[in-house]
């Protein structure tokens, strides 16, 4: 079945300042919650530690990536061709360049905005958001919505997944736990063991074909391994949604569906400044962890993929393969962080 255009509605900005018109009520909880996180820490939250700690692995990461880049493989050349258009017809926005990341582009506001008049997101009650710049509106629409926000800890390497919830969040503070920073501020953290329904998922893209709904990535994998880990947990299935917010430079209709690899994760609905897409697509969604694909160097930098591992071999009584060695940046050396919630 060919894919379906909706028609666009005029864009609804919802600015953040929106925000501050939290009620009396919420503003209660949110100060009871973050006294409750504070006298069950003796050090407070340092943000300014964890932002540059995060700016640094990201750093890292790209200039890993890049140098591990293979420029005759085609999704390296699908995802530089994307990179390229859009910081060369001025679409791109901060952070730049928008190489070797989930790009930010003009319009991922209304983009956002699209995909919330959707019913599948006025509908959710829980919503996984990446916590990439392009999807910071789609993250304010599902707290300011009063929705459940499950949102992962950037790359995995700070640890799972965090919950937000607006009755965590102090009055006027929701643009702030948008933002990296504000999900390890006010967010909780959860672990294997959280019993949680995620109603839809939104993840970010570099490329995607409308006409299948396949996806690709900035190439690292984290959106396969959250996915993976969601299953494992039984908080999603075949037929939780999955929509992904893009500019319409980065439709593309190259992407060749039979060279996916069994974890690439495609997309059922491609919300862009302009139109909604739905896919119709008939790639199969990945069923959990591959742990043949994954490198050993991977599974070290990631702890709670080490305690999925392990678990599943105690379960199991079998020894799970390892796939190749690739080149990774290297993780903050973890001592006593002076950290609190």
């Known amino acids: 079945m060919p894919p379906v255009l909706l028609p666009s509605a005029p864009s609804l900005q919802l600015h953040f300042a929106a925000a501050a018109a939290s009620s009396s009520r919420r503003a209660t909880v949110a100060v009871a919650s973050a006294a409750s996180r504070s006298s069950s820490s003796s ?8 932002e540059a700690e995060r700016l640094r692995l990201d750093a890292d990461a790209r200039a890993s990536t890049a140098a591990g880049a293979d420029p005759r493989a085609w999704k390296w050349r699908i995802r530089k061709r994307v990179w390229d258009v859009l910081e060369a017809e001025g679409v791109a926005r901060n952070p730049r360049p928008v190489h070797h990341r989930i790009p930010n582009f ?22 996984k958001v990446n916590p990439d710049s392009p999807q910071k509106q789609v993250r304010f629409l599902t707290l300011s919505g009063d929705k459940k926000l499950l949102t992962p800890q950037p790359r995995l390497r700070t ?7 607006s009755q965590m969040i102090p009055a006027g503070c929701i643009p702030e736990a948008c933002t990296s920073v504000g999900a390890a501020k006010y967010g909780r953290p959860i672990g294997l063991d959280e019993r949680i329904k995620v109603d839809l998922i939104v993840i970010g893209s570099v490329a995607v074909d409308p006409s299948t709904g396949a996806r690709l990535g900035k190439g690292e994998g984290f959106a396969e391994l959250e996915y993976g880990m969601l299953r494992y947990m039984g908080a999603i299935d075949d037929s939780t949604m999955i929509v992904t917010t893009v500019h319409d430079k980065q439709l593309v209709d190259d992407i060749p569906v039979e060279k996916l690899l069994i974890h690439d994760v495609p ?49 199991t009584g079998t020894i799970l393969p390892c796939g190749p060695s690739e080149n990774l940046p290297p993780t903050a050396q973890r001592g006593r962080r002076r950290r609190g919630r």
């Open 43 to 50: 050090v407070p939250f340092d943000a300014a530690a964890f």
């Open 106 to 127: 003009d319009g991922a506001a209304a983009a956002a905005d699209s995909l919330g008049r959707l019913d599948v997101f006025q509908n959710a009650q829980c919503v």
């Open 267 to 315: 997309v059922d609905i491609i919300c862009t400044p302009t139109q909604v897409i739905l896919t119709n697509t008939a790639i199969p969604k990945p069923q959990g962890i591959y742990w043949e694909k994954l490198s050993p160097e991977k599974l070290g930098q990631i702890r709670i993929l080490r305690e999925l591992k392990r678990r599943i071999e105690q379960e």
């Open 159 to 165: 640890g799972f997944f965090s919950i937000l919830e």
